[in-house]
């Protein structure tokens, strides 16, 4: 590139128009007479007087020489603008990068709004924890068995009965005209029975009688026929006449056989109508008492000593087949039914230990019972109370209960957080030293029990952890603890 000095020598200046044009190029200014000097572009002239620009003409005229046109200025000075301005630019990514690989902050947590814990090695009890209700082990539920009205109650909620205690009568008009109607009717039958016996055993007499007759007519044809034979031997009497007493003995023989058959099978007969009468009578009275005995049952009982638990009904109201009437239970003889989480429940099963805290007191037990089936996400189990009931325990009354599954030996363990999942990897904040501060640190989180959980690994004995929900600061690796 030449100097700036050359440049400016080398251009040629165009002759100037004559004094009589007066025309002065746009491009051009009038300049002095005076050779031209070498000058930096920076280098301003004062523009010169109408006095000056006089002679200016005059030395163009003459053939003098002027100042030259400066090119390509413009164009360096936008070639500078841009180089600035990639600086710039490159300036400014440069420093953001750099405040992108600067850390933010750690934030500040309050020391009293944390739960610590530390980490300890021993033993630890697995359990589950589920809510529920105390219940009665043993309940009445007494039912209406036909359709009737009330017509006296008793016995009201909250009161003690024993088993033949009246609680409600009911009213059925139907029913006891049944009742009264089978009871004369079985008492018409008896009575027929009794007449019918009577007329058989007369009846009886009367061929007992005519057994008696044929008897005495035997006997004597029985004597005149002996006679006869007698008297034939001794040529006394003809042939003839002891043939006829033969016939005539032969015909009472018959007939006494006859009536003797006649008497057995009317001994026979005179049984199967007695029998007959008989059947129809146990008919008919167990008919009688099984209407006395369902119309007893309008007259409702307790059934079992216990206590009202429930008696909505009103005098007069009607109730129908299957309506629940009362409910009698044992207050104390209670048992817990508690709803255990599906999740948690797999592993219990029966007999294991269990602590019910009914808020007045802890009371040990065991598992009787699991459902079988699952419902809204949780199971059912029973568990019967194995210590006395504490004071003021009442059915329905809401209780905790806490189901024992195993004990563990020699295990590293903490706290439960509330986010942790057994046999599931997580993170916790492990506290400083010196307190002022914890850096989140990834655990693997073993077996699990409602307070505590095993830890695997990232943990050791002695660290100090935060439990207590920390999902504020999820995005930071480190907090500071005032």
Same mark, same amino acid.
């Given at each position: ?100 690989? %600067?850390?933010?902050?750690? #934030? ?45 109650? %008793? ?18 008009? +139907? ?133 009202? +638990? ?78 006395? %009931? ?34 599931? #990897? ?23 029990? &409602?307070?505590?959980?095993? &830890? ?20 930071? +690796?480190? &907090?500071?603890?005032?």
């Amino acid at each position: 590139m030449k100097p700036m000095s050359s440049i400016f020598n080398s251009v040629k200046v165009d002759t100037l128009p004559s004094p009589a044009t007066k025309h002065v190029p746009v491009n051009q200014a009038p300049v002095n007479q005076t050779p031209p000097t070498h000058q930096t572009p920076a280098t301003k002239q004062t523009p010169p007087t109408n006095q000056a620009m006089e002679p200016t003409w005059l030395g163009s005229m003459a053939g003098g020489s002027m100042d030259v046109k400066r090119e390509g200025v413009a164009k360096k000075k936008m070639i500078r603008r841009v180089i600035y301005t990639l600086l710039a630019t490159a300036a400014l990514a440069v420093a953001g990068w750099r405040i992108s690989l %600067l850390k933010p902050a750690a #934030p500040q947590v309050e020391s009293a709004t944390i739960w610590p814990d530390t980490v300890k090695r021993g033993p630890m009890v697995r359990d589950v924890r589920g809510t529920g209700t105390l219940i009665p082990e043993d309940i009445q539920w007494i039912q209406a068995a036909f359709d009737s009205q009330v017509h006296k109650i %008793l016995a009201r909620s909250g009161d003690d009965v024993r088993p033949e205690s009246v609680l409600l009568v009911l009213a059925n008009p +139907q029913m006891e005209a049944e009742v009264v109607d089978y009871q004369w009717q079985t008492k018409q039958a008896e009575a027929n029975l009794v007449d019918l016996r009577v007329r058989l055993q007369s009846q009886a007499f009367d061929q007992q009688a005519v057994v008696s007759t044929s008897q005495g007519e035997l006997k004597q044809a029985e004597i005149n026929k002996d006679k006869e034979e007698q008297l034939f031997k001794a040529q006394l009497e003809p042939e003839m006449n002891v043939r006829l007493t033969e016939a005539k003995w032969e015909q009472a023989r018959s007939k006494h056989s006859m009536e003797q058959q006649k008497l057995g099978i009317m001994k026979d007969s005179a049984q199967a109508q007695i029998d007959a009468q008989q059947v129809q009578v146990e008919k008919l009275r167990a008919t009688y008492v099984l209407k006395k005995k369902l119309y007893e049952e309008l007259t409702i009982r307790a059934g079992i000593s216990g206590r009202m +638990q429930e008696m909505t009904l009103q005098i007069g109201q009607r109730v129908k087949p299957g309506d629940i009437l009362a409910k009698v239970a044992q207050p104390w003889k209670l048992m817990a039914r508690l709803q255990i989480p599906e999740t948690q429940a797999k592993e219990i099963v029966m007999g294991l230990p269990v602590e019910i805290d009914t808020r007045n007191g802890v009371i040990k037990g065991h598992v009787m019972r699991i459902d079988a089936s699952i419902v809204n996400g949780t199971r059912t189990i029973d568990c019967k109370l194995d210590e006395a %009931l504490p004071k003021g325990a009442v059915p329905d009354q809401s209780v905790e209960g806490t189901v024992q599954l195993e004990k563990l030996n020699d295990v590293l363990y903490v706290g439960r957080p509330i986010f942790a999942q057994p046999n599931s #990897p997580g993170t916790l904040f492990r506290i400083d030293p010196d307190g002022k501060g914890a850096e989140r640190v990834a655990v693997k989180f073993g077996r699990a029990s &409602v307070n505590a959980i095993e &830890v695997q690994d990232g943990l050791k004995l002695g660290d100090r952890v935060i439990l207590s929900d920390m999902a504020a600061q999820d995005q930071y +690796q480190r &907090v500071k603890l005032n």
